[in-house]
Every structure is written in structure tokens, then in C-alpha cells.
Nanobody
């Protein structure tokens, strides 16, 4: 059974930081490209960051410099460090694993940034 479990969400004031972590089981983690996506109320899900199996990274528009994605293949985890948070960063953050046509999602973690 494949499981992606996000943790680390919560409420933070604007300008603060949060670190999300996604623990993965049931797949050969090192083979998969891992991603973080977010969805704000009444908006479409959008890319936050992706880290490939070779650890190359890609970020959503305007997020590079504030957000940093990393992975630990020994622990089967992918983290998202979020700094200088803004109210518009509020949403549910989802962990994603992709290999070819296989794609898996976590249940999501709520991040709320107050002004």
C-alpha cells in the first residue's frame, strides 16, 4: 500500500516560517520525482516545487528564493522549507510522487498565514 503522509502544517504570522515534511512508504522512493502542490480556497491546485529523482529542482512562479524543497532517500522523506510566508501562501499543501504513469498524492496539510 502506497502512503504519503504530510506533517508540519499550521498557523503562522506573515513573515514567519514553516517546514512541511512528507513521509512516503510503499514505493521505491528514490525512483520517484517528488512534488509539493497547494490549493487555496476556490482556486486550482498549483505547483509549489518539484525535486526529481536526481535531485534537480523546479519551483512555482515567484516561490524560488522563499521556498526550498529537499529529499532524503535514506529516510523516504521530502521536505518543503517555507520562509517569509505571506497570507497568499495560505492553502492545503499536498505531497506528490510521480514515476511515469504512476502518481500518488497525500491527504494534504493545512497552512494558514495570518496578516
Amino acid at each position: 500500500q502506497v502512503r504519503l503522509v504530510e506533517s508540519g502544517g499550521g498557523l503562522v504570522q506573515a513573515g514567519g516560517s514553516l517546514r512541511l515534511s512528507c513521509a512516503v512508504s510503499g514505493i521505491v522512493f528514490s525512483w520517484y520525482d517528488m512534488g509539493w502542490y497547494r490549493q487555496a480556497p476556490e482556486k486550482q491546485r498549483e505547483l509549489v516545487a518539484v525535486i526529481s529523482s536526481s535531485s534537480s529542482t523546479k519551483y512555482g512562479d515567484s516561490l524560488k528564493g522563499r521556498f526550498t524543497v529537499s529529499r532524503d532517500n535514506a529516510k523516504n522523506t521530502v521536505d518543503l522549507q517555507m520562509n517569509s510566508l505571506k497570507p497568499e501562501d495560505t492553502g492545503v499543501y499536498y505531497c506528490n510522487a510521480v514515476l511515469g504513469r504512476d502518481a500518488y498524492w497525500g491527504q494534504g496539510a493545512q497552512v494558514t498565514v495570518s496578516s
